[in-house]
């Protein structure tokens, strides 16, 4: 939980790309491990899909932008069109 809304440091941010990256890349290579220890079977193939398609889901969650926190500047703010008042009478 945090306390602040403050953006992580980008060192910070890097940090835990990295050990999501890691963690992934661990886990491809149990997959590619458990299918070669497993033999023939359903269990095998399985095993090898997470090898061959755990290396895109690793990218994909290792560039995964943080996202924006509230009340920042470039958040985007809601759409004051549609809350307009009515003209006022004459």
């Known amino acids: 939980m945090e306390i602040t809304?403050?953006?992580?440091?980008?060192?910070?941010?890097?940090?835990?790309?990295?050990?999501?990256y890691l963690i992934s890349m661990t886990l491809r290579t149990l997959c590619f491990v458990g299918a070669v220890a497993v033999g023939p079977g359903v269990l095998r193939w399985v095993l090898v899909a997470?090898?061959?398609?755990?290396?895109?889901?690793?990218?994909?969650?290792a560039n995964a932008q943080a996202t924006l926190a509230p009340g920042r500047p470039?958040?985007?703010?809601?759409?004051?069109?549609t809350d307009a008042l009515p003209p006022g009478r004459s």
Not at 50 to 61: D, E, H, S
Not at 74 to 81: T, Y
């Open 74 to 81: 470039d958040a985007p703010g809601p759409d004051l069109s």
């Open 5 to 20: 809304s403050a953006p992580q440091t980008r060192a910070a941010e890097q940090a835990g790309r990295q050990r999501r």
């Open 50 to 61: 997470g090898a061959a398609f755990l290396p895109y889901i690793a990218v994909v969650l």
